[in-house]
């Protein structure tokens, strides 16, 4: 997959609008029920990079991004500023923020994930794309070094033990992370005169599976 391990200026992203999608099948029946499925393990998020230009050495910036992208060609990383941290948007992420799995004694590698709650259902999304240097992991609580009991790889989002933890021992991390997308467009419409009577081009840009 074409994708630059480069992020969005997150200034221009601070304050942007999107969130997750989904995709539900709905078939209406003939006794009024309906029947629903969902193709989609996981969710999309889409968000638009025009919302956060406010001068125009901002649109400059936009669109010196999207052309080194070259449009919806390359992949890049976003920072979504509503959920970008393992912990509760307020904290500090830990070690023991989020469970990653338990150990069985032979498994060595464990995806990072988050998991979001309501009641008793859950949902739990792969994390692809972390941001280097805010990595914590532990087991049954105790923090390991990157390195020496670890190896990380930045690009998936996967750990790897030196020596497969126990069985039981808990697999927990802490993180922040970024969103892989791509615009999701080919073309940006401005001009002086929009922008100056306070017209913000749309960008909009799209969650790619990697």
């Known amino acids: 997959m074409n994708f630059h391990d480069v992020r969005f200026p997150a200034r221009l992203s601070f304050g942007s609008v999107g ?15 309906e029947e629903r499925n969902a193709p989609w393990a996981h969710s999309r998020r889409r ?3 025009g919302v956060g230009v406010q001068s125009l050495d901002d649109l ?34 830990t070690g023991i923020d989020q469970v ?28 692809t794309k972390p941001v280097e240097d805010t990595v914590i992991v532990a087991l049954s609580g105790d923090v390991k070094s990157e390195g020496s009991n670890y190896s990380l790889d930045i690009d998936a989002g996967l750990v790897t033990f030196a020596s497969a933890p126990p069985i039981g021992a808990e ?3 802490g993180f922040e992370f970024d969103v892989p997308v791509r615009f999701d467009t080919d073309r940006v419409e401005t001009s002086v005169a929009n922008f100056s009577a306070g017209e913000m081009p749309s960008v909009p840009v799209i969650e790619v599976r990697v």
């Open 60 to 93: 400059e910036a936009l669109v010196g991004f999207f052309e080194a992208r070259h449009g919806q060609l390359i992949g890049f990383r976003w920072k979504d500023w509503t959920d970008f941290k393992s912990c509760k948007p307020s904290g500090t992420p």
């Open 19 to 33: 969130g997750p999608e989904r995709r539900t099948e709905i078939v209406s029946l003939s006794n009024g029920f």
């Open 47 to 49: 968000f638009d990079a």
């Open 171 to 173: 697999v927990t991390a």
């Open 100 to 127: 990653m799995g338990t150990g069985d004694g032979e498994r060595q590698t464990f995806q990072l994930c988050k998991t979001y709650r309501s009641g008793t259902h859950v949902y739990c999304r792969p994390i």
